[in-house]
């Protein structure tokens, strides 16, 4: 069987996302908890307004999470030890018969953080597979969703310090790395960034995610991250990643065109330079979740996002409880595309 991942614009049956349920996710006290459920209910209840929307909840927390979450929603039960799913469940692809099959990368916490657990998060996307009926493919290569984006065409991007981090795939090379997304998604054309932004590569990140830095709203067209102030070290990033995208080609041998995603105005936080991304966001029947960071910038990302995406209607929540926790509302969710 040859399998394709389709782009995340692609019709879906439904979203998946994980509750928070312990650690640095769920916070020190019951009013962190309280934030970290109402930031993952709003994306989950949003989402709902478009399409099923399908929570995967630890047995613990199987009488908290209904309080939260829009009665429609499906729960499934299972131990979990964390609640980003984009990078723990399956990357979901389609066989050229029109069949649904499930890509099970392995999973090492991140290129095995001293922060993580993922004993359990682990098993997780077997187990999601299973409940979507879904063909299992399952990969030795250590990836994470969230290290992935598709056109639908063949084109996929990735990072360097991802797909081949010494934590992770050590020795690992391109090569290596493209036969196995070859094998498992059907990309042809393996687009590959030097690195991620700034704090996702400090120690609490996933050293480099792409689903902050740069996105395919359409074959051919980038939204790409873009940090306009020279003091904050995203700026450089910004401009190498730029560089080596002006010069690439999608699966079709043609250009990009570069569409800037301008960064959000705040620079800082307590912990230092902030990763806020318009950039991730996710996709759903006929909508947008995307961030929103009570910034000056938010009203033209907005502006941005309604024009990448004709049609859509664009729904923002308020991010900045995720991108402390670590991401993002495309972080936590995970796209099933319709059969």
């Given at each position: 069987?040859?399998?394709?991942?389709?782009?995340e614009g692609?019709?879906?049956?439904?979203?998946?996302?994980?509750?928070?349920?312990?650690?640095?996710?769920?916070g020190d006290?019951?009013?962190?908890?309280?934030?970290?459920?109402?930031?993952?209910?709003?994306?989950?209840?949003?989402?709902?307004?478009?399409?099923p929307?399908?929570?995967?909840v630890?047995?613990r927390?199987?009488?908290?999470?209904?309080?939260?979450?829009?009665?429609?929603?499906?729960?499934?039960?299972?131990?979990?030890?964390?609640?980003?799913?984009?990078d723990?469940?399956?990357?979901?692809?389609?066989g050229?018969?029109?069949?649904?099959?499930?890509?099970?990368?392995?999973?090492?916490?991140?290129?095995?953080?001293?922060?993580?657990t993922w004993?359990?998060?682990?098993?997780?996307?077997?187990a999601?597979?299973?409940?979507?009926?879904?063909?299992?493919?399952?990969s030795?290569?250590?990836?994470?969703g969230?290290?992935?984006?598709v056109?639908?065409?063949?084109t996929?991007?990735?990072?360097?310090?991802?797909?081949?981090?010494?934590g992770?795939?050590?020795?690992?090379?391109?090569?290596?790395?493209?036969?196995?997304?070859?094998?498992?998604?059907?990309?042809?054309?393996?687009?590959?960034?030097?690195?991620g932004?700034?704090?996702?590569?400090?120690?609490?990140?996933?050293?480099?995610?792409?689903?902050?830095?740069?996105?395919?709203?359409?074959?051919?067209?980038?939204l790409?991250h873009?940090?306009?102030?020279?003091?904050?070290?995203?700026?450089?990033?910004?401009?190498?990643?730029?560089?080596?995208l002006s010069d690439?080609?999608?699966?079709?041998?043609?250009?990009?065109?570069?569409?800037?995603?301008?960064?959000?105005?705040?620079?800082?936080?307590?912990?230092?330079?902030?990763?806020?991304?318009?950039?991730?966001?996710?996709?759903?029947?006929?909508?947008?979740?995307?961030?929103?960071?009570?910034?000056?910038?938010d009203?033209?990302?907005?502006?941005?996002?309604?024009?990448?995406?004709?049609?859509?209607?664009v729904?923002?929540?308020?991010?900045?409880p995720?991108?402390?926790?670590?991401?993002?509302?495309?972080?936590?969710?995970?796209?099933?595309?319709?059969?």
């Amino acid at each position: 069987m040859n399998w394709r991942m389709p782009h995340e614009g692609d019709r879906q049956d439904r979203l998946w996302l994980a509750w928070p349920t312990q650690g640095y996710t769920l916070g020190d006290t019951a009013e962190d908890a309280d934030v970290a459920r109402r930031i993952w209910a709003a994306v989950a209840n949003v989402a709902a307004g478009f399409e099923p929307v399908t929570v995967v909840v630890h047995p613990r927390d199987v009488e908290v999470a209904p309080k939260y979450l829009n009665p429609q929603i499906e729960i499934r039960e299972r131990e979990i030890d964390d609640a980003w799913i984009r990078d723990t469940g399956p990357t979901f692809v389609r066989g050229q018969d029109g069949s649904l099959g499930a890509v099970t990368w392995t999973f090492n916490g991140w290129g095995q953080q001293e922060w993580a657990t993922w004993d359990l998060d682990a098993e997780l996307a077997p187990a999601v597979a299973e409940w979507a009926r879904a063909t299992r493919i399952d990969s030795s290569l250590v990836n994470e969703g969230g290290g992935i984006h598709v056109d639908g065409l063949g084109t996929v991007l990735v990072t360097e310090t991802v797909q081949r981090d010494p934590g992770r795939n050590p020795g690992i090379s391109r090569a290596d790395v493209e036969a196995e997304l070859a094998r498992t998604i059907g990309a042809s054309t393996v687009v590959w960034l030097p690195r991620g932004l700034t704090r996702d590569s400090d120690t609490f990140g996933t050293r480099g995610h792409v689903d902050i830095v740069a996105t395919i709203p359409t074959p051919g067209r980038l939204l790409l991250h873009d940090q306009r102030d020279a003091s904050h070290p995203d700026s450089a990033v910004t401009a190498e990643i730029r560089a080596v995208l002006s010069d690439a080609l999608d699966a079709r041998g043609e250009p990009f065109e570069i569409v800037d995603l301008p960064a959000p105005a705040v620079l800082k936080d307590d912990d230092g330079f902030v990763d806020f991304s318009y950039v991730n966001h996710v996709l759903v029947n006929g909508g947008v979740v995307a961030c929103a960071f009570d910034d000056p910038r938010d009203a033209d990302a907005v502006a941005i996002l309604r024009e990448a995406y004709p049609g859509r209607e664009v729904v923002t929540v308020d991010a900045r409880p995720l991108f402390e926790r670590g991401g993002g509302v495309h972080c936590i969710t995970q796209q099933q595309p319709a059969r």
